[in-house]
């Protein structure tokens, strides 16, 4: 007997990130279909797959009702802005996509009887108190604060998937991840990795916030995806964390950078943004026993080759 290829639904699809999963979750056999209302993603990201018959591509905003015929085995909810940048330029778009939309896309999982995952993220924690972060920890979030329309939602958008796992018996995925770079970020989405990048390509100023001493753990997306595969097909229902232990500050980071790209940048420090937390690091210990992951590529080797990526994407020198 022939066995039919299962489907997943990836909301957000066009994104950084999603774009990623839909390519590893085709490779690995599923088809694919992506909603996405590319408020903040971009159809270029999917370019590979459009031609694909096991690929749809579904412009659709998932705060509205979503209409998808037939069987569905998989809903994976990575809709949603994630650049503080981008998010602080669509506050409402931001907490509707991760209210309303967590809300539509587990209600097509619950209609579906599929499995749910939900892309949570390691600012649910805020400026942390506790460091480094473990899944156990609640957080320290100013809910009123600019930050607080992406961290709330998110926070939401937890609480309402494991009422959904409580009420409803579904079954859901939860992974909460820390700073992620790689391929097919867009240069201008405001985040350190590719600011510093482009601004070192193009011999400018790295702005670094602050004194430069908040710290980041930074992930390379092939880690990053292979995780959240892994956690997507084990059996584990409450949040992991998924991301890169070795932490750095950002302005080693921007050291780093200029020196991986033989820069004559000069660095210039700029206001640091309300809110900005001052640590983020997370503790994989869950991950690494539940789903054996933990990150293999290392900062040096994965800026290099997002460093590649950028020098070939002749939008460097747009701005
Ligand atoms: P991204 O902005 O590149 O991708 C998000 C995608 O969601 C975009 O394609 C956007 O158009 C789409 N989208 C937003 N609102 C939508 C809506 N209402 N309907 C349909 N599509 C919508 O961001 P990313 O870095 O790929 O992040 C993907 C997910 O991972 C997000 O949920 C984010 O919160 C989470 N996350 C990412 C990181 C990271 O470091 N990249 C860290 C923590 C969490
Ligand atoms: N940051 C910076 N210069 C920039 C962009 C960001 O110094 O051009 C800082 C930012 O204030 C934060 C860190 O780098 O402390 C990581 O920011 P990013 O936007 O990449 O992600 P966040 O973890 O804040 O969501």
Request: proline content about 5%; some cysteine.
């Amino acid at each position: 007997m022939v066995q039919r290829k299962k489907i997943a639904v990836i909301s957000g699809g066009a994104g950084f990130l999603g774009s990623h999963l839909c390519t590893t979750l085709i490779d690995k056999g599923l088809r694919v279909i992506c909603v996405d209302n590319l408020i903040t993603g971009e159809l270029k990201n999917i370019n590979h797959l459009l031609k694909l018959k096991d690929f749809l591509f579904l412009k659709h905003d998932v705060t509205k009702y979503i209409d998808i015929k037939g069987r569905i085995d998989y809903c994976l909810h990575l809709a949603s802005p994630a650049s503080p940048d981008d998010y602080l330029k669509f506050p409402i778009p931001t907490l509707k996509v991760g209210s309303l939309g967590t809300h539509n896309v587990l209600g097509l999982a619950k209609a579906k009887n599929a499995r749910f995952l939900l892309a949570s993220t390691s600012e649910i924690y805020g400026d942390p108190l506790e460091h480094p972060q473990k899944e156990s920890y609640w957080g320290n979030v100013n809910p009123v604060g600019p930050r607080g329309v992406y961290d709330e939602a998110k926070r939401f958008a937890e609480s309402i998937t494991l009422a959904y796992k409580r009420e409803h018996k579904l079954d859901v995925r939860i992974v909460r991840i820390f700073n992620t770079y790689g391929e097919r970020m867009r240069k201008n989405d405001g985040r350190a990795m590719p600011n510093f990048i482009n601004q070192a390509l193009t011999n400018k100023p790295l702005t670094v916030y602050g004194k430069g001493s908040h710290t980041r753990s930074f992930c390379y997306v092939s880690d990053l995806i292979n995780g959240m595969v892994k956690l997507l097909f084990c059996d584990y229902s409450l949040p992991v964390n998924i991301g890169n232990p070795n932490e750095i500050t950002i302005l080693g980071l921007a050291k780093l950078i200029i020196k991986l790209t033989n820069s004559k940048s000069k660095i210039v420090f700029r206001s640091l943004p309300q809110d900005d937390p001052k640590l983020r690091c997370p503790d994989i210990r869950l991950a690494k026993k539940i789903i054996h992951w933990q990150p293999v590529v290392s900062l040096e080797d994965g800026v290099k080759r997002t460093i590649k990526y950028f020098k070939q994407t002749n939008s460097i020198y747009e701005s």
